[in-house]
T-cell receptor, first 116, second 115 residues
Framework: AQSVAQPEDQVNVAEGNPLTVKCTYS??????LFWYVQYPNRGLQFLLK??????LVKGSYGFEAEFNKSQTSFHLKKPSALVSDSALYFC??????????????FGTGTLLAVQP | NAGVTQTPKFQVLKTGQSMTLQCAQD?????MSWYRQDPGMGLRLIHY???????DQGEVPNGYNVSRSTTEDFPLRLLSAAPSQTSVYFC??????????????FGEGSRLTVL
């Protein structure tokens, strides 16, 4: 069965510092990996995805993520954090054979808090 | 385009009552889904649909019904509400033309409390 883990409930970082939000996954076959962000009282918004190709994926708002097949990880990164980046971040995976992105499996979410 | 629209945004029910959460999208997306979000559990798939007239169960379908009579609408029905169904519900859609690698478009959510 496919699964995704976000080991940190919360990540604290000072504004201007680099940030990393961790995600590991377990799927059979090649994984399709996604990051979504949720601002307070809003729905989730797509940030970026890895399907195939270059292991470093760039997305919205200056975020990027690195796919590491040997470590089964897909960590979200940003070189310089902003206070406005404070939000709840979800990693999601679809993998295996068949199925649709409807059946994305989401992690439990990591709350990013950026201090001024 | 309004995107994905959910109503109501807030609802309080008593145990045993029934209700329908509405979801509509104006992007002509064939795939639609319902998720529930609970603290510490992320998002869990309740039901999904790959097109009008076709629905299937997700991870946590018990206590919920869905139907898909049109491409635009995908209502979620709670047949007999229970306190365990207190949650925030999200409807999402995806462009079938994007294939299985496309991203989900989410509504703003419906916060349901069952007393």
């Amino acid at each position: 069965a496919q699964s995704v883990a976000q080991p940190e409930d919360q990540v604290n970082v000072a504004e201007g510092n680099p940030l990393t939000v961790k995600c590991t996954y377990s799927v059979s076959g090649n994984p399709y990996l996604f990051w979504y962000v949720q601002y307070p009282n809003r729905g989730l918004q797509f940030l970026l995805k890895y399907i195939t190709g270059d292991n470093l994926v760039k997305g919205s708002y200056g975020f990027e993520a690195e796919f590491n097949k040997s470590q089964t990880s897909f960590h979200l990164k940003k070189p310089s954090a902003l206070v406005s980046d404070s939000a709840l971040y979800f990693c999601a995976v679809r993998g295996g054979y068949g199925g649709a992105t409807n059946k994305l499996i989401f992690g439990t979410g990591t709350l990013l808090a950026v201090q001024p | 385009n309004a995107g994905v629209t959910q109503t109501p945004k807030f609802q309080v029910l008593k145990t045993g009552q029934s209700m329908t959460l509405q979801c509509a999208q104006d992007m002509n997306h064939e795939y639609m889904s319902w998720y529930r979000q609970d603290p510490g559990m992320g998002l869990r798939l309740i039901h999904y649909s790959v097109g009008a007239g076709i629905t299937d169960q997700g991870e946590v379908p018990n206590g919920y019904n869905v139907s898909r009579s049109t491409t635009e609408d995908f209502p979620l029905r709670l047949l007999s509400a229970a306190p365990s169904q207190t949650s925030v519900y999200f409807c999402a859609s995806i462009d079938r033309g994007a294939g299985d690698t496309g991203e989900l478009f989410f509504g703003e959510g419906s916060r349901l409390t069952v007393l």
